[in-house]
């Protein structure tokens, strides 16, 4: 893995040189997923703590670290995870807690395996943020990790008031892991989903007594940091007549007793 340090709007970042989406919009904008922003000053408490599973290079570990008391920050891929706490460490960011962990639904150990992201496999570029978990998993020849509950790695003490999760078609068993977590502290939620298959996600957070709310933000920031005017990344789909362009789509999950004004759609 080929690294290069670049200054970004949050902070300085090592990124990984041949990252396709992630990396390379730190690179040539100085910011990743900037339409998540609004979402975070919006929802995340100054004195609360937060969850973040699938926190790659902390990307947006670094500027939600600002905005609230904690995090709990969770990676997986043994290389990521290394460059996370190397850009947590170079920008003096002392309120995150990472952790080397799958998320899901349950205890166990698991075995990994490990990408070369040098590989010539990779020389046109390779998405390190959306490499699902059961293509990393192996029988041998990998590291050991724990696959984790939140609810039993969590304080319960821990005033929980947000929970984001991008965990690559895993958010559903993330969820049902933190049953008590979101019983205890009603958080808002923040999921990656898709709108063409996961109505099981959706379904289960409503009726743990959810509003949901589409979220679609664009990877494309006209006011990026770097000032850069080429927008460099396709739309994942679009709508039939081809006026909206959907980068990426998740869920805002609003619990049903919370008044909260928006203009995103409510499923």
């Not at 490499?131 to 050991?144: K, V």
Request: aromatic letters at 10%; proline letters at 5%.
């Amino acid at each position: 893995m080929i690294t290069e340090k670049i200054k970004a709007r949050y902070g300085d970042f090592y990124i990984i040189k041949n990252d396709a989406y992630i990396c390379r919009s730190l690179k040539e904008y100085g910011e990743w997923s900037q339409g998540e922003i609004h979402i975070y000053e919006t929802c995340i408490r100054k004195n609360s703590c937060v969850i973040e599973v699938g926190s790659h290079i902390g990307s947006l570990t670094v500027p939600i670290s600002k905005l609230c008391n904690s995090v709990f920050a969770f990676e997986p891929q043994r290389k990521i995870f290394q460059l996370l706490n190397t850009n947590l460490c170079i920008n003096n960011i002392q309120n995150v807690y990472a952790y080397m962990n799958a998320v899901g639904n349950e205890n166990k150990q698991i075995i990994l395996k490990e990408l070369d992201f040098t590989d010539a496999t990779f020389d046109n570029g390779v998405n390190t943020g959306g490499i699902r978990l059961n293509q990393l998993e192996a029988n041998s020849n990998g590291y050991h990790i724990p696959m984790i509950k939140l609810d039993d790695v969590i304080p319960p003490e821990a005033p929980i008031s947000f929970i984001k999760v991008d965990a690559e078609t895993m958010e559903l068993d993330v969820i049902k892991g933190a049953e008590k977590i979101i019983k205890n502290n009603r958080p808002i939620l923040y999921l990656e989903s898709n709108p063409k298959s996961d109505m099981a996600l959706e379904n289960y957070v409503k009726e743990l007594g959810y509003k949901v709310y589409a979220h679609t933000p664009d990877y494309f920031n006209p006011d990026n940091f770097n000032k850069n005017q080429e927008r460099i990344f396709p739309p994942v789909f679009s709508s039939p007549d081809g006026s909206v362009h959907i980068y990426d789509f998740m869920i805002l999950c609003i619990p049903n007793e919370v008044t909260f004004n928006t203009n995103l759609i409510q499923l």
